[in-house]
């Protein structure tokens, strides 16, 4: 398409934003962001209320004027270019459908802008993929939420930008169709190969559906890594209890022997491995998922090698089906949260005493000193 | 509007006796619309029907006036007032075509710009019309006085040369010219493009706007493709309420005319007021008038209606 030109569309366009920041006032929304989205990546952008997904995602449309910081689309600087000069293209948050022309016209809107003649073809193509076709003379007005959710999204497809941004598109579906629309949007991008810079609070659709996921908390990025990285290897307490649960523990370090770093955590002697343990003397924090413990009655037989922490008194016992999940309090007050598969072992009744156990190549280290609260409220806020 | 609220005391005398064994009939929305109902009858139905009985009739002030069924006032209303229709269609069209240039923008920036001033500014838009309209019309006279800064500045750039080989001005004043009418028009109704346009665009929501920028508008490809098309009810509704009274309209001609910028409203009123024998010919030509506007309203509202406009 020769409009591809007057984009400025080029070759291997990775997303680059360097240094962006956007204060208002003496309120800083985005601080000092430095990150590269490669070409054909889905990135998704995963972050509490208020951290500043949508203020960033503004600013790469060109929608927000940064206060300082460049932004790169492949080698070219588009910081200083108009919104409707960039070849990049918005799911926004609310669909913002235009509400006085039909479907058909929404999904062609962009296309005619450019001057593209034969858009019939590529809408009723667009239409069929959204799986719309039927309604593509009806206004917006008279679609569901997730109907216009898709329309918004194909409103924006057609014109296969250089990277889509999708500002938590799917935050007004129910459940099955939101699941539903991940596999679809998944999908879509495999199928486009188009760059996908995806925001959302929901862990578990930026766990399903990034290639990359970033880590946000109050305008700046806290980790950055693949899905399986982040939740294996957390590199904060907010990234450990916002993606996931996370049992944490304060300790210090006793010593280290070779990959073994021995740790102190209320009295009791525990090990990590030294490769997920940034931490060599001082203060640390021993972390550990609740899926990866078990429980054992207090007297019952522990797999040598395990870590393990005694005295703990079963308080809370929920049975799920897959698992079961306890909550168990240590003489010393905290409480480790166990998550156990249903394989038809014995169900502790709250009361009992136990022992926590797990294989200490499970447990990760983090850097002391960090509020072991961090990112925790969310997930409740969530689950509420 | 508490007061047509009827008392139960009211509406029991109504009520049909028991006796009559039918079923109870529900009289309050009677009773509520009665005075409304009343009210058109004898201010709206009353006098259409006897202008259009009086346009028929023959006869004068001292002997009375019969009804004769003289069609003969209709061919002349048609013919002998051609230059009135023409002055009243011309300037109230450019009333309205100027009020809707002025108005847009200022309507538009009010409710996209206006931010927490929105409703101070609109009140500055309608605090004029709180003076009278007589006085407001006079005022131009000094606004577009021959020693005023107006017409000083409009010569010294010799724009009224212009103006008047137009036939707009003449010679070297505005005053007591076609362009004088105008400006007091546009001046005078105004208010009545603004406020439908203000509400009109004050219910669109400015993401839209973003939504047109990330689809490749330009901010005036925007207005076109996203805003006007919305903003249609507002400038249908303006339009309407600045041509309707402005084709009626003759304050503005006789304060800010001469005798050669005559419209409808002069004619008639100089027929009933100043001609003893003129009643029936001026009631056919306000019938005239009233089934011009209404045939020109009807199409325009039916053209819009297709979105043909925009
Ligand atoms: N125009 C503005 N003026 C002042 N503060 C603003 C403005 N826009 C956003 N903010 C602030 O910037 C912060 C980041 O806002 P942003 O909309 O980016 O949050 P978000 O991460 O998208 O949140 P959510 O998940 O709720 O959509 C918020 O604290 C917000 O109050
Ligand atoms: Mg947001």
């Not at chain 1, 209890?241 to 021995?262: I, Y």
């Amino acid at each position: 398409m020769s409009s591809n030109d007057v984009l400025g569309r080029t070759e291997g366009g990775d997303l680059r934003l360097a240094g962006l920041t956007k204060r208002y006032g003496s309120f800083t929304a985005v601080d000092d962001l430095d990150l590269t989205v490669p070409q054909g990546s889905f990135f998704a952008l995963l972050g509490a209320s208020g951290c500043g997904k949508t203020t960033t995602l503004r600013m790469v449309s060109g929608l927000e004027e940064p206060t300082a910081g460049r932004i790169f689309l492949g080698d070219q600087d588009v910081t200083d270019r108009k919104p409707y000069r960039r070849p990049v293209n918005t799911v926004f948050q609310n669909y913002a459908l235009f509400p006085h022309l039909d479907i058909y016209e929404n999904v062609a809107f962009g296309l005619r802008r450019r001057g593209v003649k034969d858009v019939k073809k590529p809408v009723t193509d667009m239409l069929d993929l959204v799986e719309l076709g039927h309604l593509a003379k009806r206004k917006p007005g008279q679609l569901s939420g997730g109907q216009q959710q898709r329309i918004a999204l194909a409103r924006a497809l057609i014109n296969q930008p250089q990277v889509l941004l999708l500002d938590e598109p799917l935050g007004a579906l129910d459940l099955k169709l939101r699941r539903q629309m991940q596999i679809e949007l998944k999908r879509i991008q495999l199928e486009v190969g188009l760059t996908f810079v995806h925001v959302t609070h929901d862990q578990e659709e930026a766990m399903t559906m990034a290639d990359t996921i970033a880590v946000m908390n109050a305008g700046r990025i806290e980790q950055m890594g693949s899905p399986a990285e982040l939740y294996e290897n957390p590199s904060t307490t907010f990234v450990a209890n916002f993606l996931g649960q996370s049992n944490l523990l304060t300790g210090t370090v006793e010593g280290v022997d070779g990959d073994v770093v021995t740790v102190t955590a209320h009295g009791q002697r525990l090990t990590l491995d030294a490769a997920r343990c940034p931490v060599r003397s001082g203060a640390v924090i021993l972390g550990v998922r609740p899926e990866k413990v078990h429980l054992a009655r207090t007297g019952a037989e522990i797999p040598a090698g395990h870590n393990r922490l005694t005295g703990g008194t079963v308080v809370d016992t929920s049975f799920i089906g897959v698992s079961t999940q306890y909550l168990v309090t240590l003489a010393t007050g905290e409480e480790v949260s166990v998550f156990e598969q249903n394989t038809g072992r014995e169900i502790q009744r709250p009361g009992t005493e136990v022992v926590v156990h797990w294989d200490p190549s499970q447990g990760f280290g983090l850097e002391g000193g960090q509020d072991i609260e961090a990112g925790a409220a969310d997930i409740e806020e969530d689950a509420a | 509007m508490t007061a047509v609220v009827p008392s139960p005391e009211l509406t029991e005398p109504v009520e049909p006796p028991p006796s009559a064994r039918k079923p109870k009939r529900n009289w309050t929305p009677w009773v509520l619309l009665a005075p409304g109902l009343l009210w058109l009858v004898v201010f709206f139905l009353v006098p259409i029907f006897t202008s259009v009985s009086a346009s028929v009739q023959t006869g004068d002030y001292d002997d009375g006036f019969k009804l004769t069924w003289h069609w003969a006032n209709y061919s002349q209303a048609l013919t002998d007032y051609g230059v009135q229709y023409l002055h009243s269609g011309i300037y109230s069209v450019l009333c309205t075509v100027f009020c809707l240039a002025l108005g847009y923008p200022v309507a538009y920036f009010i409710a996209f710009k206006g931010g927490k001033y929105k409703s101070l500014l609109m009140a500055l838009v309608i605090v004029p019309s709180f003076t009278s309209f007589l006085i407001r019309t006079i005022a131009w006279k000094t606004i577009l006085a021959d020693n005023g800064p107006v017409v000083q500045f409009l010569n010294d750039a010799h724009v009224l040369k212009l103006t008047s080989a137009l036939g707009w001005t003449v010679g070297n004043h505005v005053l007591a010219s076609p362009a004088a009418v105008v400006c007091g028009m546009v001046y005078n109704f105004l208010p009545f493009t603004i406020l439908p346009l203000y509400t009109s665009l004050e219910k669109i929501d400015p993401r839209l706007h973003e939504a047109g920028h990330d689809l490749y508008c330009s901010p005036f490809t925007t207005w076109r493709r996203v805003t006007l098309p919305l903003s249609m009810p507002g400038v249908i509704g303006g339009t309407l309420l600045t041509f309707i009274p402005a084709i009626g309209d003759y304050i503005n001609a006789q304060l800010l005319g001469n005798p050669n910028t005559g419209v409808v409203g002069q004619k008639i009123e100089d027929l009933f007021l100043r001609n003893t024998q003129g009643y029936p010919v001026g009631s056919a030509i306000s019938v005239v008038m009233m089934v011009g506007t209404l045939v020109l309203v009807m199409s325009y509202i039916r053209k819009a209606g297709t979105e043909d406009l925009i």
